[in-house]
């Protein structure tokens, strides 16, 4: 009888353990999480982008005139592409992450140069999987252009 009681007790702990597990999915922040400083210059948040999906992909070119833009790009302080220069539309460089929050996270453009015509601006698209939307973002040698993306 004492084994059958001691059985019981273990499988009994061991189903408990495994269901309760603190993975409960991702934080959901409710506000902007932008710092207001990235790298020793102050962050400009430029605007809002709702998405469907934390899954996204992302591109970016030169917006303008093709000078010699080149630029980082973070999401949520996380380097997704580095030192890259811009080109034009047809040779978009493109990179897919997740996003690690729902709600809240933001993408970041640092500009390493301003080209020969300043700002440095560069156009992005992201795309959840159920659509794309484009934005421009501005950077120069004092100031990070930011950009909201909150996942609903």
Do not use: Q
């Amino acid at each position: 009888m004492k084994k059958i009681i001691i059985r019981s007790v273990i499988v009994f702990s061991f189903l408990l353990i495994t269901s309760c597990s603190n993975d409960d999915g991702p934080t959901r922040n409710e506000i902007s999480i932008v710092p207001d400083t990235f790298l020793d210059r102050e962050n400009e948040i430029l605007g809002t982008i709702e998405l469907n999906s934390r899954d996204v992909t992302i591109s970016v070119w030169d917006h303008g005139t093709i000078d010699g833009d080149i630029v980082s790009i973070y999401v949520n302080d996380e380097i997704v592409i580095a030192e890259r220069e811009l080109d034009g539309p047809g040779n978009k460089f493109t990179v897919s992450t997740t996003l690690e929050y729902e709600g809240y996270n933001y993408v970041l453009l640092y500009a390493h140069n301003e080209g020969s015509i300043s700002p440095n601006t560069a156009s992005m698209s992201i795309d959840d999987g159920i659509s794309t939307r484009e934005f421009i973002l501005e950077a120069n040698l004092l100031t990070n252009g930011a950009v909201d993306l909150v996942v609903n």
